[in-house]
Nanobody, 122 residues
Framework: QVQLVESGGGLVQAGGSLTLSCAVS????????TGWFRQAPGKERELVTSISRSGLSTYYADSVKGRFTISRDNARNTVYLQMNSLKPEDTAVYYC??????WGLGIEYDYWGQGTQVTVSS
């Protein structure tokens, strides 16, 4: 069983920064593609960014390119999301997820965290 626990959310002013962390249980962390999703009120959940098992490949949604950075530390079983230049439209619940197979936009994520709220005030 794989468990994911997010932390680091909170309230920040527009233009500010936050770093989210996702601690993943289990000894096979480096076998999972991991991603950060977000869901704003009244909107569908969307993939924000993802990182391959090795960390060598990343994907970013156009809305966060140049502002967000995903990284992973396989030795610590942790994925990070550094968010800079935050905008009010970044306000959402952010979820960490892990996929046991594949890489790319269409893969299925098998495990999910409970989410952490990020609120950006204007």
């Amino acid at each position: 069983q794989v468990q994911l626990v997010e932390s680091g959310g909170g309230l920040v002013q527009a233009g500010g920064s936050l770093t989210l962390s996702c601690a993943v249980s289990g000894r096979t962390f480096n076998r999972y593609t991991t991603g950060w999703f977000r869901q704003a009120p009244g909107k569908e959940r969307e993939l924000v960014t993802s990182i391959s098992r090795s960390g060598l490949s990343t994907y970013y949604a156009d809305s966060v390119k140049g502002r967000f950075t995903i990284s992973r530390d396989n030795a610590r079983n942790t994925v990070y999301l550094q968010m800079n230049s935050l905008k009010p439209e970044d306000t959402a619940v952010y979820y960490c997820a892990a996929a046991s197979t594949g890489w790319g936009l269409g893969i299925e994520y098998d495990y999910w965290g409970q989410g952490t709220q990020v609120t950006v005030s204007s």
